[in-house]
């Protein structure tokens, strides 16, 4: 939801863009009734049929390099926050830090990534696999720094409250309002200041691409979702626009008020848009 039209933007350019996958998402709700039995409760199937999902996913985005952390189900998906799944012994919220951090090094010696993309410290909105897929990306690139080989920038993945202000007064009188329950944009557990984003990417033109892509992932996005409902009404500029906090590195030149980068790689030695790591907890 977040990356994916970067994605597709930078894979579409020629550069080498790497999706790391911490968990195969067996805790999740199923939207497809016919599917109902995978569930974690039941015959315990959804990672593995998630991970056909996730394939096509890529394959809409022209990712061709997809990897799982550790190899499909070595971490497995937690839950959310304080359910017993996070107590399970595979559990990606309570993987040794070092040892899935190191599993991450092994990548990024190979590829050699310029730019790397994370969840913020919070995982967005408090997901512990998204927390830890921050923690465990950081914590790989201390590492990759003590060889002289870590990326030179890392970003955030980041919504600018301004964005959400401007969702809420859209939506205010809409049926199909995510915001029904919200007063202000510091209510909800996401948003950044305008002021602490660094970089805007603009790839509207691959947004029917993104919406394919979260189309794909049909047992966890229902097609009633407030999503596509929200991508019918704003199309390209909801789904192919996404924003970033800079955490390592040097921002780059940008552009309006506050000097957003329209490139990740902006302000990097390179003649051309390099590797690309990104981590991801779904």
């Not at 859209?170 to 200041?193: I, W």
């Not at 097609?223 to 500029?237: H, K, M, V, Y």
């Not at 924003?243 to 490139?263: F, I, M, S, T």
Request: hydrophobic letters at 40%.
């Amino acid at each position: 939801m977040g990356t994916g039209a970067t994605m597709a933007h930078y894979a579409a350019a020629g550069a080498h863009v790497t999706l790391i996958t911490c968990t195969l998402g067996e805790e999740g709700e199923i939207h497809r009734p016919e599917l109902a039995g995978l569930a974690a409760g039941a015959a315990d199937q959804l990672g593995g049929y998630r991970i056909a999902e996730l394939e096509e996913a890529c394959r809409r985005l022209g990712v061709t390099d997809h990897r799982f952390l550790g190899g499909a189900g070595r971490y497995r998906d937690s839950g959310m926050m304080g359910t017993p799944q996070n107590d399970h012994p595979r559990a990606f919220w309570g993987a040794d830090l070092d040892a899935a951090a190191t599993e991450l090094l092994e990548v990024i010696r190979e590829i050699r990534p310029q730019v790397a993309v994370t969840y913020d410290p919070n995982g967005f909105y408090g997901h512990p696999d998204h927390i830890q897929a921050h923690r465990v990306l950081m914590r790989a690139v201390e590492l990759a720094d003590a060889e002289g080989i870590a990326p030179t920038k890392v970003y955030w993945t980041a919504v600018p409250r301004s964005v959400l202000e401007a969702g809420m007064r859209e939506f205010r009188d809409s049926s199909d309002n995510p915001f029904a329950d919200v007063e202000k944009p510091e209510d909800l557990p996401f948003g950044t200041a305008d002021h602490e984003i660094a970089a805007r990417l603009d790839g509207h033109e691959f947004a029917e691409e993104k919406t394919a892509a979260l189309r794909a992932h049909a047992t966890q996005i229902p097609p009633t979702s407030w999503l596509f409902a929200i991508a019918g009404n704003f199309g390209a500029e909801f789904m192919g626009v996404e924003y970033y906090q800079l955490a390592r590195g040097v921002k780059g030149p940008g552009v309006g008020p506050h000097g957003w980068e329209e490139d990740l790689f902006a302000g990097l030695d390179i003649e051309a848009p390099a590797p690309q790591l990104e981590t991801a907890a779904s």
